[in-house]
């Protein structure tokens, strides 16, 4: 079977994390990436990192590696 990944490429405020698992019922089966370059809102994400929902990283992602 192939594995399920959901991955969420701008985070903002865990809003795209928080309706997938509210209201996909099997969102249990997926490995959930997040990224949200703006350290301003990792704390949206700790209750799902704490939870180990989902892998959250504070990085950008583009085409590219570097530094803006």
Request: charge should be negative; glycine fraction near 6%; aromatic fraction near 20%.
């Amino acid at each position: 079977m192939a594995k399920k990944v959901f991955i969420d490429c701008g985070g903002h405020q865990a809003t795209s994390v928080r309706m997938f698992i509210d209201k996909y019922p099997q969102s249990s089966e997926y490995e959930i990436y997040s990224f949200e370059a703006n350290w301003k809102y990792n704390d949206y994400f700790q209750p799902y990192i704490d939870s180990g929902r989902i892998n959250y990283e504070s990085a950008a992602v583009w085409i590219e590696d570097g530094t803006t």
